[in-house]
């Protein structure tokens, strides 16, 4: 079987999100594991694209392996179509209900051409089975992987350091983060939160929030930082927290078990499958007081913080590879090559 597959994505490659890390390294493990992997930019402004862009798009496909929902139905009948699905548009915070539905009729049409489907998490494929239609045995789940991370040895000096990585966008539930923190102000803590403004709205909405809380001495709003940095922040951090509305696997959640930090999250999506049991609090999305008091109890607690960094250190044994992951990608893309020759 010829090695060689077209990885077609929606914007720059280079773009700082999980879901473009997860792509950019699975393009690299897959090369590294002897494939051919030719990456199509699709252009900016997707999901929102206007006609132009779309028509753009549809020709750089028309030339490749790729696929766009529109193109699908024409280029399934040439090639064998994957679709790498992080988490389905339709699950984005915030949207209206006819925009969400209008996503939800697209990507059902997309993934009814698509020979295998793959996705991040057991979560996704159990959403994408239920109300995407897609035959359970087509769908392939490849998680992230992880790499080797030093345990972050915590700070000295009375004040507990928190991280939030993740884009500035309504689904990561910025706003009820820094509302329950307002909640535990009496306590000796300090927020960095790293992440792309994506949605500008969201990011001043943050700010203003922070301001009104009279919050701003205590949270640094960084921005997107570079890979290295970002190492340094987790190193440097007490405790990881994050107030996600939803998420299709959460790759921030693992990088922080990765290394050794204990975790404060929600049960929405896939994070009860991305945080091991014993390594963390989790509370149901949207819920800022029930957000608070798992604050309250860690920031107040070293010893139940150092039980759970321990049980996180324990599970970062057991993350998968990056090689694990691009192993399993390559495998249903064998599988898709294979069915389509049958």
Do not use: C
Not at 84 to 91: D, G, R, T
Not at 118 to 137: G, K, M, Q
Not at 195 to 206: K, N, S, V
Not at 255 to 271: C, D, Q, Y
């Amino acid at each position: 079987m010829v090695k060689h597959i077209a990885f077609a994505v929606p914007g720059d490659l280079a773009t700082p999100t999980g879901g473009y890390a997860y792509d950019r390294r699975i393009v690299e493990e897959l090369r590294a594991l002897g494939w051919t992997v030719d990456v199509i930019d699709l252009g900016d402004g997707f999901p929102h694209a206007d006609r132009g862009l779309r028509a753009a798009a549809a020709a750089r496909l028309r030339g490749t392996d790729g696929v766009l929902p529109e193109a699908a139905e024409a280029l399934h009948l040439r090639h064998p179509l994957i679709a790498l699905v992080h988490h389905p548009l339709a699950l984005e915070s915030g949207l209206p209900a006819a925009e969400a539905e209008k996503f939800r009729a697209s990507e059902r049409t997309a993934l009814s051409f698509a020979r295998r489907v793959i996705v991040t998490s057991a979560a996704t494929a159990r959403v994408l089975a239920a109300d995407y239609e897609v035959p359970i045995d087509r769908i392939t789940v490849a998680p992230p992987g992880s790499d080797p991370a030093a345990p972050a040895p915590g700070s000295a000096d009375g004040i507990v350091r928190l991280l939030a990585v993740g884009s500035l966008v309504p689904r990561k539930g910025y706003d009820v983060l820094i509302a329950a923190l307002a909640g535990v102000a009496d306590l000796p803590w300090r927020l960095t939160i790293a992440g792309e403004a994506r949605d500008p709205a969201t990011a001043a909405q943050i700010q203003a929030q922070i301001s009104a809380l009279k919050l701003t001495p205590r949270i640094a709003v960084l921005g997107a930082v570079p890979p290295e940095r970002l190492a340094a922040l987790y190193a440097d951090s007490d405790l990881f927290v994050l107030a996600s509305r939803y998420e299709g696997y959460g790759m921030a959640f693992a990088e922080a078990i990765a290394h050794g930090l204990p975790v404060i999250g929600t049960t929405a999506g896939a994070i009860p499958d991305t945080v091991p049991e014993g390594t963390g609090v989790l509370v149901a999305p949207d819920d800022a007081g029930a957000m608070a008091a798992a604050l309250r109890r860690l920031i107040g607690n070293r010893e139940e913080r150092r039980r759970l960094a321990a049980a996180a250190r324990a599970a970062a044994a057991r993350l998968p590879t990056w090689t694990d992951s691009a192993t399993l990608f390559a495998g249903a893309v064998r599988a898709a090559v294979l069915g389509a020759a049958a």
